[in-house]
């Protein structure tokens, strides 16, 4: 999706992905290796002006070595806090973004202590390689913890309260090497079994300011270029910062056809130092991903306002595939519209 959006630029790109039949090989050279084989990394800055990732879990230290060479953005230094959730947490503490409590877990023995602490419901995360739900347990008592504690591998962890939001919502933003930022309207989000499943913007509330002021508390922190996205749990009015993945996010996939500008063209434009467009909504947008099988694509096309994106990905359980977004001048419309797809999908 970058490079399609980086095409019409004028933009030339090169892929380092260890999958061989990865989707991005069709639109560019593709370089077959792992992420951390130095010689790959070097091909790679060789062939390249300015370099950027879109996968949180690409190795720290690669980002790290390619940066000796060739710009790299975002800055390594937002891609090491994002991957490590305490550090995160810490980091949105520093910067005066608000989150739950939270507490670092080492041992069995700390977990049930942490748990005993907390007298509640809470999460339990490894503080590390956690996507789409992976890498957490919820727990009730100090025994729960500890035997999460175990089955997360004996990994160190971080243990938070289960949080009581009214609901789930991303602020996705982008910053140029200059300085200049510019925000897209909040979207909210639904997610099952710690999946994105449905993103909607620009979602109805009177909290986009307070997230844009979030997020630009982090892109200036980070001196950061690129696009960020920013998870919260909405609580009685206030976000609460969750997570942020520094690079374009699935629930930003809307704002292809559902922005004046989409937030792949606006992350080449930060990271080659273009101007930033605008991040304007044109209408209203839901996002519906594909997860584990494709719809009837006749019919989905049939829906007014629908727009399919397959990945060229073999269907598996729980492997997203693609995405459709509706488009809609207002509301009204886009509700209809969405009860059609429902019934395709």
Known sequence: MLALAGFPLGLDFVFLDPSPDAPAGALGRHIVSSYDDRAALAALADVSDVITYEFENVPGDAAAFLARARPVWPPPAALAAAQDRLEEKRLFDRLGVPTAAFEAVDSADGAR?????????????TRRLGYDGKGQVRVRTADEA????????????????????????????????????????????????????????????????????????????????G???IEFFEVDGTLL??????????????????????????????VTGMPLGSPAARGVSVMLNLIGDLPDVAEALRIPGAHLHLYGKTPRPGRKVGHITLRADDPAQLDSAERRLAAVL
């Open 113 to 125: 202590a942490a748990a005993r602490r907390l007298a509640g419901p809470g999460v339990l995360k």
């Open 146 to 225: 500890a035997a999460a504690f175990a089955a997360l591998g004996g990994r160190s962890c971080l243990l938070e309260p289960v949080v009581p939001f009214s609901r789930e919502v991303s602020v996705i933003a982008a910053r140029s090497e200059s300085g200049d930022v510019v925000v897209y309207p909040l979207v909210e989000n639904v997610h099952e079994d710690g999946i994105l499943r449905r993103s909607r913007a620009p979602a109805p509330g009177s909290v986009q300011e307070q997230a844009a002021g979030r997020a630009r508390s982090i892109l200036d922190g980070l001196d950061y270029v």
């Open 227 to 229: 696009v960020l996205a």
């Open 241 to 270: 910062a969750n997570e942020m993945a520094p690079r374009v996010h699935n629930s930003a996939h809307w704002t292809i056809e559902g922005a004046e500008t989409s937030q792949f063209e606006n992350h080449l434009r930060a």
